[in-house]
């Protein structure tokens, strides 16, 4: 299948991360997307840590799907990723945190 138009999106919204792995976006059916960049932002006094997943359909997430693992975000600071991966149809994000305090966006593009 060729993928003929790339659409430029925000895969992700600012939202809250809790401490269960939970999936914050899907990989649409017949669609390719690109991961472009990240941000995660720590609201807290404290530092909290941070786990980022890429799971493929049937997966779950753990250490061999992981973009970021048990990665220490500085109180009032925010990690800035930038990069490009490419997901397939039925790829989630899923995010955790050690705690509530986290806010994560994400952008990058569909391509169909």
Known sequence: MAF????????????????????????????????KSIDVCNTTTGALTLRI??????????????????FSIAAKTTLSWRGLQV???G??????????GLTITASGGEAT
């Open 53 to 70: 997943f890429l799971v493929a359909t049937g997966d779950s997430p753990g250490t061999t799907n992981a973009l970021y693992y048990d």
């Open 91 to 100: 790829t989630t994000i899923q995010v955790q945190s050690t705690t509530t």
């Open 4 to 35: 003929q138009n790339i659409t430029a999106n925000v895969l992700i919204p600012a939202t809250g991360i809790t401490a269960t792995a939970a999936i914050r976006y899907t990989t649409p059916a017949l669609t390719r997307t690109l991961l």
């Open 87 to 89: 997901l397939v149809a």
